[in-house]
């Protein structure tokens, strides 16, 4: 409105001192249509900046909506971080653990079997000597039968 003021002053001033040969009413339509115009161009400047406030507003708010996003994905990636880092050390113990109880228990075997060995050594042993004693005995049983049996024969025989 202000600039309609200004505009209208200049024209005025033009029209007074440039009278020659124009009429009154041709400068005044010239006046109309340059306001006409001016106001029309401002109109179209004041919606072009609403639509540009607006344009803003929306690109503000879409930002600000993927800010509070990227927020809570960098939270989240911090969270599973976080978690696969504990689950990473958990699984490490948890081998740990294995590996220790693996090396107990082989060591367990390994005296379990030692001492079957001792035993089977023990068991070969006894063994040995019940098949000396067992020899020594069925010997002894032959001897005795061999003896029983000449008796016999000299009974029989006489």
């Not at 639509?51 to 600000?64: M, P, T, V, W």
């Not at 367990?108 to 004693?133: A, M, N, P, S, T």
């Given at each position: 409105?202000?600039?309609?003021?200004?505009?209208?002053?200049?024209?005025?001033?033009?029209?007074?001192?440039?009278?020659f040969g124009f009429k009154k009413s041709d400068?005044?339509?010239?006046?109309?249509?340059?306001?006409?115009?001016?106001?029309?161009?401002?109109?179209?400047?004041?919606?072009?900046?609403?639509?540009?406030?607006?344009?803003?507003?929306?690109?503000?708010?879409?930002?600000?909506?993927?800010?509070?996003?990227?927020?809570?994905?960098?939270?989240?990636?911090?969270?599973?971080?976080?978690?696969?880092?504990?689950?990473?050390?958990?699984?490490?113990?948890?081998?740990?653990e294995a590996r220790k109880q693996a090396i107990?228990?082989?060591?367990?075997?390994?005296?379990?079997?030692?001492?079957?060995?001792?035993?089977?050594?023990?068991?070969?042993?006894?063994?040995?000597?019940?098949?000396?004693?067992?020899i020594n005995t069925l010997k002894k049983y032959?001897?005795?039968?061999?003896?029983?049996?000449?008796?016999?024969?000299?009974?029989?025989?006489?």
């Open positions: 409105m202000e600039y309609n003021i200004i505009l209208f002053s200049l024209c005025f001033h033009v029209y007074r001192s440039s009278l400068v005044n339509f010239y006046i109309e249509k340059m306001l006409k115009e001016f106001d029309d161009r401002l109109r179209e400047k004041d919606n072009e900046i609403a639509s540009l406030k607006a344009q803003i507003k929306e690109i503000s708010e879409k930002y600000e909506e993927y800010a509070r996003n990227a927020d809570k994905i960098t939270e989240d990636r911090a969270k599973i971080a976080e978690v696969l880092i504990k689950a990473q050390e958990q699984a490490e113990m948890m081998l740990e107990d228990e082989k060591r367990k075997l390994d005296e379990l079997i030692e001492k079957e060995k001792e035993k089977l050594v023990d068991i070969k042993e006894e063994l040995r000597f019940l098949k000396g004693e067992v032959e001897a005795q039968l061999t003896d029983i049996m000449n008796e016999v024969q000299e009974y029989d025989a006489g």
